[in-house]
């Protein structure tokens, strides 16, 4: 796992996905804002608060107790809101405040699945109706920007300052018809890597432009592949190399320096044939062989049958030691698991609790430049 001090900051603007050479691509560098005093407040929390940081959980509608529990007595540094919250905009903004009571001087970032068409968790009074993907991709970039803007705003107007989108995955026009995840439910933006960058790009400047950063998914994409991970288990991508021309629209996010990006649960063969890509050195390597300093989040670790499995101990710690920081589980009950998961390992392996503690910076940093915490 790459360490956050003393680290060089190296440029994401290497050669991209499919290109020639360095000299192809013109991205900034991915320096990020000094880290130090983060991973400085990192290094101060109890392992088990430190644990909790690396730990995003699901609430429903209003906190019911476990969704309390997990944050209050887990110390879950992060939630993602599952939707069913009456009172739209109103409502949510009501539910945020009480969650961000209970995380003390770390704060508690909230999260939403925002992609629009079928997965769009939070409606209601406030809330447009945000158009899938595959309808976003015929808006001028321009255009797109503007209306993701008026979306963003509507987010942080109630307390979301993470939005889980935009689905950054290309689909081969070869495998639209078979590809249950994304093309099949008009989630991606489309074939052309060149042109699935373009609209991820304009999709998060308008979120940033409104105060919300974005998690781009699912690295290093779901459009090769033909099963849904969220149903299916031993979900497999037999073409993604770590050069393909896929991975161009990850690489570019990386290179604007997106807040986080998310990892899926498929497996990629010829990156790596042993592991789940959320947790996979190997995979992640990828992103962090870029230069990207961001925060890495996996896809769902509490109800996808990919990672049935593994041990709900296993799964945090795993994704940590693979080079990743936040572990989601849309299912708050297994936070326990999780936060003891990374605690033991810690406890076990120096270098595992350095890297945990790298990863706690990276996530406290995320959290400062939203405005949410100060590490100072």
């Known amino acids: 796992p790459t360490t956050v001090a003393s680290t060089p900051r190296s440029s994401v603007a290497s050669a991209a996905p499919g290109s020639a050479t360095p000299s192809d691509t013109s991205q900034p560098t991915a320096a990020m804002d000094p880290i ?115 979306w963003g705003t509507a987010l942080a107007k109630a307390g979301v300052r993470l939005d889980l ?16 995840p994304i093309a099949r439910l008009g989630r991606g933006y489309g074939s052309d890597p060149k042109r699935v960058s373009a609209k991820v790009g304009a999709f998060r400047a308008g979120m940033k432009a409104a105060g919300v950063e974005s998690a781009v998914k699912h690295f290093p994409g779901l ?14 991508d037999n073409t993604t190399t770590a050069t393909s021309p896929l991975l161009k629209p990850f690489h570019d996010a990386a290179a604007a320096r997106t807040g986080a990006v998310m990892v899926s649960s498929a497996i990629y063969r010829k990156i790596d044939g042993k592991n789940v890509a959320m947790f996979s050195p190997k995979v992640i390597g990828i992103l962090r062989g870029w230069g990207y300093e961001g925060v890495v989040i996996s896809d769902d670790l509490g109800a996808a049958v990919a990672v049935k499995q ?67």
């Open 310 to 376: 593994v041990p709900a101990s296993q799964r945090a710690y795993r994704l940590v030691a693979a080079g990743g920081d936040i572990a989601l589980t849309v299912n708050p009950s297994l936070a326990s698991s999780l936060v003891s998961g990374l605690v033991a390992r810690a406890k076990s392996n120096p270098s595992f609790s350095r890297a945990m503690t790298a990863s706690v910076g990276r996530v406290l940093q995320l959290k400062e430049n939203l405005g949410l915490i100060s590490c100072g």
């Open 36 to 150: 130090a005093p983060c991973l400085a407040m990192a290094e101060g929390l109890s392992l088990k608060a430190r644990a909790g940081q690396l730990v995003m959980v699901g609430v429903s509608g209003t906190l019911d107790a476990s969704e309390r529990t997990a944050i209050s007595t887990y110390k879950a540094g992060s939630v993602i809101l599952m939707g069913g919250t009456p009172g739209g905009v109103k409502g949510v903004a009501k539910l945020t405040a009480s969650v961000r009571k209970l995380g003390g001087r770390t704060g508690v970032l909230v999260a939403a699945d925002q992609e629009g068409g079928l997965v769009q968790r939070l409606k209601g009074p406030g809330f447009a109706t945000i158009p899938s993907a595959a309808k976003q991709a015929r808006l001028a970039d321009s255009a797109l920007t503007a209306a993701a803007k008026g």
């Open 165 to 180: 989108a935009p689905v950054a995955d290309v689909v081969p026009a070869g495998n639209a018809s078979s590809n249950r």
């Open 223 to 236: 459009g090769a592949v033909k099963g849904n991970t969220d149903f299916t288990a031993n979900v497999v």
